[in-house]
C-alpha cells in the first residue's frame, strides 16, 4: 500500500516538476541578462531584467540597462501616432534613470565596468580595461532625465492638442455628412429644418471652432518643441456646394498641408438663412394659409400674396403649401362667382357666357391647384409645412383624406361645367340671326369657307361684329357668274339690312372682298384688298371706314399685298391692328410663311409697330384683351424673330396641328406671352369667341386639317378655353 | 495495485481525451485514405482549399464549399495543379482574408530554387495562373507555407533551419524550420523578409497562420512543454509589436505532427491537420483570436451594374492612419475585409475616374463575431442637375448651359434646359466651367469641381441668372402741392409673375422711387390704397425700360370736395351703356376707394363727344352712368353714397374737332360730393 502511495506521489511530482516554470532556477546577470543585451534581445532582457529586480532590488546596473531599453522603444515608435507608448516609455526612461543616478557609485563603476559601454572612450576601448569617472556619467544621465521630462510634458501638450483636433474635425466631417446624406439639395435643408437640424447645424460650427482652435495650439506646442517629420499646416477652404464640397471620408492630419472645410462658416450661414429667411417666410405663409382657408369657408375674396409664393418659389417651387394656398383662393372666387351667378338672372347670351366664364376660370384654376396639391402631398412635403399645416391637417393622412374630399367636390363642379359649357356655347352661336338682302338669305354670323367652294351668288360673311345695342356689322364678298368676287360690308338690326356698301371692280379680271371688320366709336373700320380674279392674288390692300350711317368716310392704303385677315380698334388708344398672311385672299399655308402683325395710330395711320413670325398653319383669330392682342390658330410650325420656335406633337405632316395663342402688347408690340396646346393627336381651332379677358373660347375639332381645301377631316369636337396669360386651363384634363 | 495504477493513469488521460473528444475529423469526401493536409479557410469559412496526394500520390490543390453544413466534393484547382510538371510538388495552400488570392508554395520550373512561393488570383469562380512572388522572398534554397494577414500588409512563411556549417537542422526525423515575415512597403512592394524572434523561432518551427486579427499567430512547434512531435502553438503581438510568450494550445495538440491551423474569420472553429486528415475542434475563449467582423459585397459599375476592380482602404478614425489597402477582385467586384474589435474604422471604396464611397464602424464595444454583406456602387458620371433661375423671381429659365473642362477649355457639353432644369452628366476625375446664359439675362458660370473625392453621383446646382435691367424713376406726388407722397407703388410684369412693390423702405425720400426694371419687359403700375387721394387711374399705366423718358410721374388728387378724377378704364361696349368686362379693374378700384372711405359721397359722370343727336348722347351717358352705378352696388356700396349722372356732350374737355379729342371727351369721371 505504501509502495502504491509512494508511485502516486513519485508520479504527481514528476508532472508537477515538467510544470514548474523555469525562473525558479536563481538568474545570474552575468550569465543570463547581459549576454542578451549585447546580442540584441532587448525584448528578453526587458523581461529578465524586471525578474532580476524583484530579487536584487539594488542592482544598479539593472536599471541603468532598463533605462536604456526604454529609450530605445521611447524613440521606435511614432510620437503622434504611437504617442502614448512613447509617453509610457518616457516614463520609464525618468523612472530607471533617477533610480540609476539615485544609487550610482564610484564602486559601482570600478567594479562593473563593462557594463557600461556607452561611457567607454577610445583609450578604454583600446585598454580594454575602462576606467569611467562619476562625474563622467552623473551629468550625461541627469540630461537624459530632464529631456525626457521635457519630452513627455510637451509631447503630452502636442497629443492632447492633435488629438483634440482630430477629435473634433472628425465630429464636424460626421455631423456634416449626415447632412448630405439626409438632404438632397440645399433649399431642402433650408424649407425642412426643425430645432434639431439647427442643433446640429451649431454643434458643427462648434465643432470646427474648436478644431482650429486645437490646431492653432498644436502649431504652437510644435514650434515650442518640434517633432521630426511633423510640421503639419493647414488650409481653410469654403463651402460652396452642398453635397460637392465639404464631403469627405476624413482628413489625414497626418499629412504636412492639411486642408479643412470651413464646416463653420458654411453652418452659421446656414443657420442665419432658416433663422432670417425661412422662419418668417413659414410665419407669413401660415397666416396666409390661414386666410385663404378662411376666405373659403366663408365665401369671401381674398388676394394671394403673389410676392409671398415668389419668395417661396426660392426655396420650394411649386410647392405643396403654394398650391393649397391657390387651391383656396380660386376655390373661394368660385364661390363668389357662383354667388354671383344665382342672384344675376335675365341675363342675354352673351353675359350668360361671361359669367359661366367665370365660373369655369375659378374652377378649372382650383382643380389644377388641387391636383398639383394632391400629387405633392408626400411625407416629405408634408415635413416641410408640418407646423402650419397641422392648424387644419394633424397628419399627412389628415390631409390627404381633406384633399380627397375636396377632389371629389371639384370633380363634380367641373362635371356640372363641363356639361353646362357645351350648351352656353352652343345657345350663343346660334343667337346670330339669318336675314335676308334681297330675298337671298345673309347669315350674320361669319359662314367662311374655301373659295372653290364658294357657289355662284353665294354671300360670304368673313366676319362679323354685333355692337351693345345688338346691331351687326357684316363684311365679305359675293360671287359672280363669272367668278368675279364683288365687296360687301352691311349693318344689320333686328334682322333686317339697315345698310350695304358693295364695292365691284370695273374690270372682270379683278375682285375686290372686304376680309375684315372692327368696330369703332362711331362705325366701323374695314379690310379691303383687290385681286385677281382666278388665283385672287391681292394687288391693292387698304383699311377703309365707315361711318355708322354706311358712309364711306375714308379709304387709307396699305404698303403691303399680303391679304389682311383681321383688323382690330383699340379704343383706349385710339389705335387699329391688323394681322395679314399670305400672298392671295385667304391664302392656305402651303409653305412656312410670314405673318404680319401692325399696329397705327388711328387719326392718322402712323405707325406703332409692326412685328412678323413665321408660321406652317392658319391664323384664328386676333383678339383684343387688356392692354393688348392675342393671335390665335394652328401650327404645324411656328418660329420667332427672337428665335424661340415650336413644332406641334404630330409634325410628321403639314397638316397635323396643334393650338397656338400669341400675346403681343399695345402701344410696344411686345410679346408678352406665348402658349401652345401639345397633343399628339392633330387637333385645329376654327372659331373663337371671346367671352371675357378670363374667357377664350377656342372652338374646332380634334383630327387633321388640310391646309389647301382648308377642310377638315374632324374626328371630335375641340373646345379649349384661354385666359388672357394664354393659361390653357379648359378642359381641365390635361392632354 | 495495478488497478489503481490503471485508475490514476484513466485520469490522467481522461482530462485530455474528454477535450479530445471535441476534435473531429471532418468527414468524407474531404478526408479519404489519401492524404489532406494544410488545410486553409476563407474569412467567412464557406471555402476550404487544401492539399492532397489523392491523384495516384501527386500532391495536388483541392478546393471545396460549405453548403447546407456540408462540404462539397473537392474539386482540383486544375490552374495551379496542371502549371508545372507531374512531379512537381504543389502545396501549402493558404487564402487570403479577403478570398481573392490564394497562395501556396511548388517547385514549378520557372521558380528561383527549390520551392518558392506563388500566387494564384481568382476569377470568378476559378484561379489564374500561378505567379512567382518574386526574388525579394523566394531564394534558391526552399520557401513554404506561406500565409497572408487580413490586412494584406504582412506575409508569414518558413525556410528551413540550417546550423553554421548550413546544415538543415531536424528533431529526430522532422525537418526545422524558422517562420519568417515580409512585409509590404509604401510601394506596394515586398521588402526584404526578417526571421520572426525568439519567443516564436527557437529553432524547430513551421506552419505559421496568422488570424484574421493580424496579430494572432499560430505556429506549429517542437519545443519543451509540448505534447507530441510538432504541436500547436498561440503568440499574440502587441501594440509595441512584440509577441508574447507562446502558449501551448492544448486543447488542439496531439502527440502526433499537429500542423497547418487555420481558423475562419469568426474565430470560432480550428481547423488543423494532424494523423494525415484535417481536424475541427471548437477553439476554447481564451485561445480566440480578437473579435471581428465580416464585411462582404460586391463594388460594382453603377450604370453597368457590372463588378470593378476597385480600392477598400480601411483607416483608423481616431488617427487617420491607414491600416489597410485591399484590392477587390476585378472579375465579379468581390470584396472581403476583416475588421478586428477596438477601434473604430473608417472604410473608403475608391476606383480612379469613379465616385468614392465610405462609410464607418465603430467596434470599440464589439460583443461578437458579425458577418456583414454590403455591396456598393461606384460611378464613372456625376448627373449634375442645373437648374437655371431667375434671380428675383425663382422662376425658371429656358437657358444654354455651355460645360468646358477647367484644364485644356475644351468645350464637352452643349445643353438646353427645359423647364428650366437640365442634366448634365460629367465625368468624374476632372474640374468643369459651366457658363449659363440666357436671353435679357446676364451670363453667370461655376465651376464644378469633380476632381477630388466626390461621394455622391447625383447633385444639384442653381444657375441664378439676373436679368438685364434698366433703372426706372417713379414719382408719386400731390397733385395740387407737388409733394412727394409715401404710398406704396407696385409694379406687376406683364410677361412673368413678378411683381415689385416699392414702399417707404425703398427710398429716403417719400414717392421719389428708383427701381431696376427688366430690359425685355413691360410692367403695369399701381398705386396701392393711397390714403386720402383718389386712386390712380391711367388709361396706359404700362411702364418699358425702353420708354423714350424712363420716367413716371404720377399725381394724385387729394379727396375733398369737388376732386374729380377721370376713370380712364371704364369702357363700354360701342354704341351702348353695356359695361366692357375690360373696366372691372378700375371698377374694383372704385369699391376699395368707398369702402376704405366710408363717408366719402360721389358723383359718378359720364359725357359722351358730339357724335350722334344731343338726345341720344345725353340718354346714352345717363344709362352708362347707371350702369356704374349698378356695378358698384352689386358689390355693396350703399346707394345713398353714389349720383349717377350723364352729362351727354355738354361738358366737353377738348374741342370735339378730331378722333383723339373726342376720345378724350368720351369719359367717365368720379366726383367728390362729401367726405
Redesign the interface.
Known amino acids: 500500500m505504501k509502495q502504491i502511495i509512494y508511485k502516486y506521489w513519485l508520479l504527481l511530482l514528476l508532472c508537477c516538476a515538467s510544470l514548474a516554470p523555469a525562473y525558479g532556477q536563481k538568474i545570474k546577470y552575468s550569465r543570463d541578462i547581459y549576454p542578451l543585451i549585447q546580442e540584441g534581445n532587448y525584448l528578453q532582457a526587458y523581461r529578465m531584467l524586471h525578474i532580476y529586480l524583484q530579487k536584487e532590488p539594488d542592482a544598479i546596473n539593472a536599471y541603468y540597462q532598463l533605462a536604456r531599453i526604454s529609450e530605445q522603444r521611447a524613440n521606435r515608435f511614432d510620437p503622434l501616432l504611437q504617442g502614448h507608448i512613447v509617453m509610457r516609455y518616457a516614463d520609464s526612461c525618468i523612472y530607471y534613470f533617477s533610480e540609476f543616478d539615485k544609487r550610482l557609485t564610484e564602486k559601482e563603476l570600478r567594479k562593473n565596468a563593462e557594463y557600461y559601454e556607452d561611457f567607454f572612450d577610445e583609450e578604454d576601448k583600446a585598454s580594454g580595461k575602462p576606467k569611467i569617472e562619476i562625474s563622467e556619467v552623473k551629468p550625461v544621465i541627469e540630461q537624459k532625465i530632464a529631456h525626457y521630462r521635457r519630452l513627455k510634458e510637451n509631447l503630452s501638450t502636442i497629443l492632447r492638442h492633435f488629438g483634440k483636433a482630430v477629435e473634433h474635425y472628425d465630429a464636424s466631417l460626421r455631423l456634416y455628412n449626415g447632412l448630405t446624406e439626409q438632404y438632397y439639395t440645399y433649399k431642402e435643408l433650408l424649407i425642412l429644418a426643425d430645432e434639431n437640424v439647427i442643433e446640429t447645424l451649431n454643434r458643427l460650427a462648434l465643432h470646427y471652432d474648436s478644431t482650429v482652435y486645437y490646431l492653432d495650439r498644436y502649431r504652437q506646442a510644435l514650434d515650442q518643441y518640434p517633432l521630426e517629420g511633423y510640421n503639419q499646416r493647414y488650409t481653410v477652404r469654403p463651402i460652396v456646394d452642398f453635397r460637392i464640397d465639404g464631403v469627405e471620408p476624413f482628413v489625414d492630419f497626418l499629412r504636412p498641408d492639411i486642408q479643412l472645410w470651413n464646416y463653420a462658416q458654411w453652418a452659421r450661414q446656414t443657420v442665419e438663412n432658416i433663422q432670417k429667411e425661412i422662419k418668417p417666410l413659414k410665419q407669413s405663409l401660415a397666416a396666409a394659409f390661414k386666410e385663404a382657408i378662411q376666405a373659403a369657408d366663408n365665401k369671401q375674396s381674398y388676394e394671394i400674396d403673389r410676392p409671398l409664393l415668389l419668395k417661396l418659389n426660392r426655396y420650394d417651387y411649386n410647392s405643396l403649401i403654394s398650391n393649397l394656398i391657390e387651391y383656396y383662393t380660386h376655390k373661394s372666387a368660385y364661390a363668389q362667382a357662383e354667388q354671383i351667378a344665382k342672384l344675376e338672372t335675365n341675363l342675354d347670351a352673351r353675359e350668360e357666357a361671361q359669367q359661366f366664364s367665370e365660373l369655369l376660370f375659378y374652377g378649372g384654376k382650383a382643380r389644377e391647384a388641387l391636383s398639383a396639391s394632391l400629387a405633392a402631398a408626400n411625407e416629405k412635403n408634408f415635413k416641410k409645412y408640418e407646423t402650419i399645416l397641422n392648424s387644419r391637417y394633424t397628419s399627412l393622412n389628415t390631409l390627404r383624406q381633406a384633399l380627397s374630399q375636396e377632389d371629389a367636390w371639384i370633380n363634380q363642379e367641373v362635371r356640372r361645367l363641363e356639361t353646362e359649357v357645351k350648351d352656353q356655347i352652343n345657345r350663343l352661336l346660334e343667337s346670330m340671326p339669318v336675314t335676308s338682302y334681297e330675298n337671298v338669305p345673309l347669315p350674320t354670323a361669319p359662314n367662311w369657307r374655301p373659295l372653290d367652294e364658294v357657289k355662284e351668288g353665294e354671300w360670304v360673311v368673313a366676319e362679323s361684329v354685333k355692337d351693345g345695342a345688338g346691331n351687326y356689322y357684316l363684311c365679305g364678298f359675293r360671287r359672280a357668274a363669272n367668278d368675279q368676287l364683288t365687296g360687301f360690308v352691311a349693318k344689320i338690326s333686328e334682322g333686317k339690312v339697315v345698310w350695304m356698301h358693295q364695292e365691284k371692280e370695273s374690270e372682270a379680271q379683278n375682285s375686290t372682298a372686304y376680309t375684315s371688320l372692327t368696330l369703332t366709336e362711331d362705325g366701323c373700320l374695314v379690310t379691303a384688298v383687290a385681286c385677281a380674279t382666278g388665283p385672287y392674288s391681292i394687288q391693292k390692300a387698304a383699311i377703309e371706314r365707315f361711318s355708322n350711317a354706311g358712309k364711306r368716310i375714308e379709304k387709307v392704303p396699305l404698303p403691303f399685298t399680303d391679304c389682311p385677315r383681321f383688323i382690330r380698334y383699340n379704343d383706349v388708344f385710339g389705335y387699329w391692328t391688323l394681322l395679314a398672311k399670305g400672298q392671295a385672299l385667304f391664302d392656305p399655308a402651303t409653305a412656312n410663311e410670314k405673318v404680319l402683325l401692325i399696329e397705327a395710330k388711328a387719326s392718322n395711320g402712323q405707325l406703332n409697330w409692326q412685328q412678323e413670325f413665321r408660321l406652317l398653319g392658319n391664323v384664328v383669330n386676333l383678339v383684343p384683351v387688356e392692354r393688348g392682342y392675342v393671335v390665335i390658330g394652328n401650327f404645324s410650325e411656328i418660329s420667332f424673330p427672337d428665335g424661340e420656335k415650336a413644332v406641334s406633337r404630330v409634325n410628321n405632316l403639314a397638316h397635323h396641328t396643334n393650338v397656338f395663342a400669341v400675346k403681343y402688347s399695345s402701344k410696344l408690340g411686345n410679346i408678352t406671352r406665348r402658349n401652345y396646346y401639345p397633343s399628339k393627336q392633330p387637333l385645329a381651332v376654327y372659331q373663337v369667341y371671346k367671352a371675357s379677358d378670363k374667357a377664350i373660347h377656342l372652338l374646332g375639332s380634334m383630327g387633321t386639317w388640310k391646309f389647301q381645301a382648308f377642310r377638315f377631316n374632324p374626328s371630335e369636337s375641340l373646345h379649349l378655353i384661354i385666359d388672357s396669360e394664354l393659361d390653357f386651363y379648359y378642359p381641365f384634363q390635361k392632354p | ?1 495495478n488497478k ?2 490503471y485508475l ?1 493513469l484513466l485520469c ?1 488521460l481522461c482530462l485530455p481525451t474528454w477535450l479530445r473528444a471535441q476534435k473531429q475529423p471532418l468527414p468524407p469526401p474531404i478526408n479519404t485514405a489519401a492524404i489532406e493536409y494544410a488545410p486553409t479557410v476563407s474569412a467567412d469559412g464557406r471555402t476550404m482549399i487544401f492539399e492532397t496526394n489523392r491523384n495516384n500520390g501527386k500532391w495536388e490543390l483541392y478546393v471545396s464549399y460549405l453548403r447546407d453544413g456540408r462540404w462539397t466534393n473537392p474539386e482540383p484547382i486544375d490552374s495551379v495543379n496542371m502549371y508545372g510538371g507531374d512531379t512537381d510538388l504543389i502545396g501549402g495552400p493558404s487564402i487570403s482574408y479577403d478570398g481573392n488570392t490564394l497562395y501556396f508554395f511548388a517547385s514549378f520550373k520557372d521558380g528561383y530554387g527549390r520551392e518558392d512561393i506563388y500566387y494564384s488570383r481568382r476569377i470568378g469562380d476559378r484561379w489564374s495562373k500561378p505567379k512567382n512572388i518574386g526574388p525579394v522572398i523566394n531564394t534558391p534554397a526552399y520557401e513554404g507555407f506561406p500565409c497572408i494577414s487580413a490586412d494584406g500588409k504582412t506575409l508569414y512563411f518558413i525556410r528551413e533551419s540550417t546550423d553554421e556549417d548550413g546544415d538543415i537542422l531536424t528533431r529526430g526525423d522532422a525537418i526545422c524550420y524558422r517562420i519568417f515575415a515580409a512585409e509590404k512597403g509604401k510601394d506596394g512592394q515586398w521588402q526584404k523578409p526578417y526571421p520572426l ?3 516564436i523561432n527557437l529553432g524547430c518551427e513551421k506552419a505559421p497562420r496568422i488570424m484574421s486579427d493580424n496579430v494572432t499567430l499560430i505556429f506549429s512547434s517542437i519545443r519543451e ?1 509540448g505534447i507530441g512531435e510538432f504541436d500547436l502553438y498561440l503568440s499574440r503581438r502587441n ?2 509589436g ?1 509577441w508574447s510568450n507562446p502558449v501551448l494550445m492544448d486543447f488542439a495538440s496531439t502527440p502526433e505532427r499537429d500542423q497547418f491551423a487555420s481558423v475562419s474569420a469568426s474565430g470560432d472553429l480550428l481547423y488543423f491537420v494532424t494523423n494525415n486528415d484535417i481536424y475541427t475542434v471548437p477553439i476554447p475563449p481564451k485561445f480566440r483570436q480578437n473579435r471581428n467582423i465580416t464585411i462582404q459585397g460586391y463594388i460594382r459599375d453603377g450604370e453597368s451594374r457590372q463588378g470593378i476592380g476597385a480600392y477598400v482602404n480601411v ?1 483608423d ?5 491607414q491600416l489597410m489597402r485591399l484590392e477587390n477582385n476585378p472579375s465579379d467586384g468581390r470584396y472581403t475585409v476583416v475588421l478586428s474589435e477596438g477601434k473604430r474604422y ?1 472604410i ?1 471604396v475608391e476606383k480612379q475616374g469613379y465616385t ?1 464611397y ?1 462609410f ?1 464602424f465603430d467596434l470599440r464595444k464589439l460583443d461578437k463575431y458579425q458577418e456583414f454583406e454590403r455591396d456598393i456602387e461606384l460611378f464613372r458620371t456625376a448627373d449634375v442637375h442645373v437648374n437655371a433661375i431667375d434671380r428675383l ?4 429659365l429656358n437657358a444654354q448651359i455651355l460645360v468646358t473642362k477647367q484644364e485644356g477649355e475644351q468645350q464637352i457639353a452643349r445643353q438646353q434646359t427645359e423647364n428650366g432644369r437640365t442634366t448634365l452628366k460629367l465625368p468624374i476625375g476632372a474640374s468643369y466651367r459651366l457658363k449659363v446664359q440666357a ?1 435679357n439675362y446676364i451670363d453667370t458660370s461655376f465651376v ?3 476632381s477630388r ?4 453621383n ?5 444657375a441664378i441668372l439676373r436679368p438685364e435691367t434698366k433703372e426706372y424713376e417713379i414719382v408719386v406726388k400731390d397733385l395740387e402741392t407737388g409733394e412727394g407722397l409715401p404710398f406704396t407703388v407696385v409694379l406687376v410684369n ?2 412673368r ?3 415689385i ?1 416699392l414702399d417707404e423702405n425703398s427710398s429716403n425720400t417719400p414717392g421719389y422711387y428708383k427701381v431696376h426694371i427688366r430690359e ?3 410692367y ?1 403700375l399701381e398705386v396701392r390704397n393711397p390714403a386720402g387721394y383718389a386712386f390712380y387711374s391711367d ?2 399705366p ?1 411702364i ?1 425700360a ?1 420708354d423714350a423718358t424712363r420716367k413716371k410721374v404720377i399725381e394724385l388728387a387729394p379727396l375733398k370736395i369737388g376732386t374729380k378724377l377721370t376713370l380712364n ?1 371704364i ?8 359695361l366692357s ?2 373696366s372691372e ?1 378700375e371698377l374694383k378700384k372704385v369699391i376699395e376707394l368707398m369702402r376704405r372711405n366710408p363717408t366719402l359721397k360721389i358723383e359718378l359722370a359720364a359725357h359722351t ?1 358730339d ?2 343727336s344731343e338726345a341720344f348722347n345725353q340718354r346714352l351717358s345717363q344709362a352708362r352712368a347707371q350702369s356704374v352705378f349698378n356695378y358698384l352696388k ?1 358689390f355693396g356700396i350703399p346707394e345713398d353714397r353714389m349720383v349717377p349722372k350723364g352729362y351727354g356732350e355738354s361738358q366737353p374737355i377738348v374741342p370735339n374737332d ?3 379729342n ?2 378724350k371727351n ?1 369719359r367717365c369721371e368720379l366726383i367728390v360730393i362729401a367726405i
Open positions: 495495485m489503481n495504477i490514476f490522467l524572434p525568439m519567443p512543454g501594440e509595441e512584440d483607416y478614425a481616431e488617427t487617420t492612419e473608417i473608403e468614392v465610405f464607418e423671381i425663382y422662376e425658371p436671353d464644378i469641381d469633380l473625392k466626390v461621394r455622391y447625383v447633385v444639384e446646382k442653381d406683364r410677361s409673375d413678378e411683381v412693390t425685355s419687359d413691360e403695369e388709361k396706359n404700362v418699358s425702353k378704364n369702357y363700354f361696349e360701342t354704341g351702348s351703356a353695356e368686362d375690360a379693374r363727344d357724335k350722334g352689386k378730331s378722333d383723339e373726342r376720345a368720351r
